[in-house]
């Protein structure tokens, strides 16, 4: 049982560069969560899919996209990557519900912007 | 939005010491986890615990909604238990949008 898989595991992209980041899941779970990791800043929730075919903002949702591909993936996309958006990305899932949201972690994506 | 302090910040102890996390948040939550990030940057889900007590071998925690906060504590502490402890709240009525505290980081020494 993998969990939640994510890749690329490292990236280097040059400014104004595109890039998607994979993240598939094998737990059946409805929800599924896209967060960035700073330095000294904790996880900041960046997108969510509360089910497939929902999609919805989290904190810092500026200058990504997001997919439901369905049930199992959830993609992150950069369009044209700035400085900034250097961080560790982290995709999660959960069974959701109305209170119950225990969240399983990927290992991350540990992104430069250059 | 709804804020969650953790503290403290950083943490230093000798192995086999025993220590006290706390996470204050701002309103009612429906959701509290606490994770582990390892020095690796994998995170674990240590409990959900939106009230009371649980206990995992080492490890336990208490929520006390009411008073808005929740302790995690260590007895016994070993190297493996380094890295950083999250907090991470889901607010009443948003059970969808996760906030995270920004961490202790515990090192534990031999």
């Known amino acids: 049982n993998a969990g939640v898989t994510q890749t690329p595991k490292f990236q280097v992209l040059k400014t104004g560069q595109s890039m998607t980041l994979q993240c598939a899941q094998d737990m059946n779970h409805n929800s599924m969560y896209w967060y960035r990791q700073d330095p000294g800043m904790g996880l900041r929730l960046i997108y969510y899919?509360?089910?497939?075919?929902?999609?919805d903002k989290g904190e810092v949702p500026n200058g990504y996209n997001v997919s439901r591909l369905n049930k199992r993936e959830f993609s992150l996309r950069l369009e044209s990557a700035a400085p900034s958006q250097t961080s560790v990305y982290f995709c999660?899932?959960?069974?959701?519900?109305?209170?119950?949201?225990?969240?399983?972690f990927g290992a991350g994506t540990r992104l430069s912007v250059l | 939005g709804i804020q969650v302090e953790q503290s403290p910040p950083d943490l230093i102890l000798q192995e086999g010491a025993n220590s006290t996390l706390r996470c204050n948040f701002s309103d009612s939550v429906n959701n509290l986890q606490w994770f582990h990030q390892n020095p690796w940057g994998q995170l674990i889900n240590l409990f959900y615990i939106p009230s009371g007590t649980k206990q995992n071998g080492r490890l336990s925690a208490t929520t006390v909604a009411t008073e808005r906060y929740s302790l995690l504590y260590i007895s016994s502490s070993q190297t493996t238990d380094s890295g950083v402890y999250f907090c991470?709240?889901?607010?009443?009525?948003?059970?969808?949008?996760?906030?995270f505290g920004i961490g202790t980081k515990l090192q534990v020494i031999p």
């Open positions: 999660a899932s959960s069974e959701a519900g109305l209170a119950k949201n225990i969240q399983y």
């Open positions: 991470a709240v889901t607010p009443s009525g948003g059970y969808q949008k996760v906030t």
């Open positions: 899919s509360a089910s497939e075919g929902t999609t």
